[in-house]
């Protein structure tokens, strides 16, 4: 969506807040011995509780409220059975409606004790997207969004999965612009407009730049020695510096 007014700012501001702070509440109840159906019964709970609906599953039937990803899963891992145990790599996507307002975040941690290797890869993640939010300005190429991921990833020593991607949101969970990769896209001519309501996610990752889609239908895994890490934060953009929705709340 594009902004059109304050009511339309307020809305995705409310509902970044809310995502944030269940995304930050489901880390920190994170522990060995706890199985991923949990967590995400936690998440559920806070969303309710907020008067927030879960988006993934409200707009396409997933099966959880949250997504809950680890260690060879990349992305959309569906909350059940699977226990989280020490130096397991999480990751926590959460996304949701909030009064017709949509937004939508993730991060990811190790579950102590953290091997070298795993801080590293969630550190490079993190320093990923506080790049890219540098370049999500009005006018800009949307690539450089890309460029700016792809270049942490290389300098980090760790691969971009290139076929997972940000998008545009707002009034839904994806919207145009859709396809807003981790990699400098040389053919992608588009640029971003102010008032746009995006959310930029890269996903860095120790062996694979492709993941497929698991027998589930849902989870999208690499290779079973992979790790991987994403943090993803809602973003208006503006002239100058994005207003960030997903923002934790001792960083607003």
Sequence with gaps: MTIENQADIDGVMLAGSVVAAVRDAMLAAIEPGMTTLELDQLGAALLEQAGARSAPKSSYDFPGSTCISINEEAAHGIPGARIMAAGDVVNVDVSAELNGYFADTGATMVVPPVSPTKARLCHATRIAL?????QATAGAPINRIGKAIQTVARKHRFKVIRNLAGHGLGRSLHEEPEG????????DRRRLRAGQVIAIEPFLSTRND????AADGWTLVGDPKNLSAQYEHTVIVTHGAPMIATLSASSR
């Design 130 to 134: 506080d790049s890219a939010l540098v």
């Design 210 to 213: 492709q993941v497929e889609t």
């Design 180 to 187: 807003i990769v981790g990699f400098h896209d040389r053919h």
